[in-house]
């Protein structure tokens, strides 16, 4: 089941309960080290789960030690100035398979993966156009050193998705070149000293760089996309969105549209298809400085009251980071009071950020 919105078809995870008992159940067989195939048969069977719930399992839940292998090597920020290694194809049909609202999730390993959708064939020049430029304005926005895209020669069309991609890199000012290569997975794996961009499980395994999320980092900044958690599940606490958040400060009236507005270019307000949301209330803050302070309204030692807003903005987890330091360099006072809140997604309408 899927909602579309704009262009872009959203998920609704309509398979998670199908999952909630079947997912434990397969993870720990897989740790107890019974075979994959075999393990998948019998989990499958026994809860009855289709072909699209057996592909969400086979390709989002991994072992223990492989998930937290891949964890460890994980980056959710990128290093400005470091080169980069993109499993080309692997980022682009993911993007592909989201905007088709196929299934998207995150595994127990903490990549972006999908089920059931395109892999290996485009539809037209047109799908892999506006991929290839949101990786490029994604790629753009990271303040990445120089860029190798590797594109699998038995995906039709190659030669020409390489230089395509290499003029739309080069024309958002990325030193980068698109190869094509038999197989991305051997150059993005061995490749050292950088990113290397993929969520396949292989090349994460054996990866001799950071690895980087590059599709997940591109759909939740363009879209604000909030994805299932399979890690969550196994572990038995997928009981909200995964890194969907509420964000809330107070600060002195005069100065809240200054923060709401570093707030809003950080990222923080996106909701479906309306961004700049938030939540602005008056009340009255109250706090006495203490010694060592230096307090941009009161004075040490005395109790100070102040008119203030309070201001609640919805906030994914990719934008945490950014909005937070866009709210500690605008709000004028030394300690801004700041909270985060995990959501529940009952809070939220299906699909809403996913």
Known sequence: MHETEGNVARNTPVWLPALADAAPEYRRLLDLGYPRDATLKLVGDRHRLGAR??????????????????????????????????????????????????????????????????HGRFGGDDEFGQASELMAETLAGLGPGAVTVYLDTPVSG????????????????????????????????????GHAASSDSAVALGARSTVFDLARCALERRYGAVFPDLGSLVEGCADGPAGAYALVTFVPAGHAEAVLEALFAAGAGALGNYERCAWTSLGQGRFRPLPGSRPRLGAEGRDERVDEQRLELLVTESFVEPALAALRSSHPYEEPAVYLYRLDARCLRPGALA
């Open 158 to 193: 190659s030669g020409r998705h390489a230089e395509k991609l290499t003029d739309m890199l080069r024309r958002a000012g990325i030193d980068a070149e698109a190869r094509t290569v038999r197989s991305a997975d051997p150059p993005v794996r061995d490749f050292e000293g």
């Open 53 to 118: 719930e057996r592909m969400i399992l086979y390709r989002g839940v991994l072992d223990a030690g492989q998930s937290g292998r891949i964890a460890s090597a994980l980056v959710r920020s990128a290093r400005p100035g470091a080169p980069w290694a993109v499993d080309g194809y692997n980022v682009l049909f993911t993007i592909i398979n989201y905007r088709g609202g196929h299934p998207t999730f995150l595994g127990t390993d903490g990549l972006l993966r999908d089920a059931g959708g395109k």
